[in-house]
């Protein structure tokens, strides 16, 4: 615990261009990429940033039906994470 002490916690924007909306760094230091759209979005880019920053999970926030979680991206209905 003394470690994670002073590591820095929130959330940020991805710095290139084309990427993930923003990244959440938890107390940890272990990040996790957020995509948020309107529509289907695809995997595309969600997947580049999850490797990019050896992430176990990201997550997508678009007009899902439902939530779900399949090969590390969590899938956010809009309207459900309106409401966290």
Not at 15 to 24: A, M, R, S, T, Y
């Amino acid at each position: 615990m003394k470690e994670n002490r002073n590591m820095p916690t929130g959330f940020f924007y991805a710095p290139e261009k084309g990427g993930v909306d923003f990244l959440l760094q938890t107390g940890t230091g272990d990040i996790i990429p957020v995509e948020v759209g309107i529509g289907k979005k695809d995997e595309g880019q969600i997947k580049k940033a999850i490797t990019r920053y050896q992430s176990e999970h990201g997550v997508i926030i678009s007009d899902e039906e439902k939530i779900t979680m399949e090969n590390g991206i969590v899938r956010i209905p809009i309207t459900d994470f309106a409401f966290v």
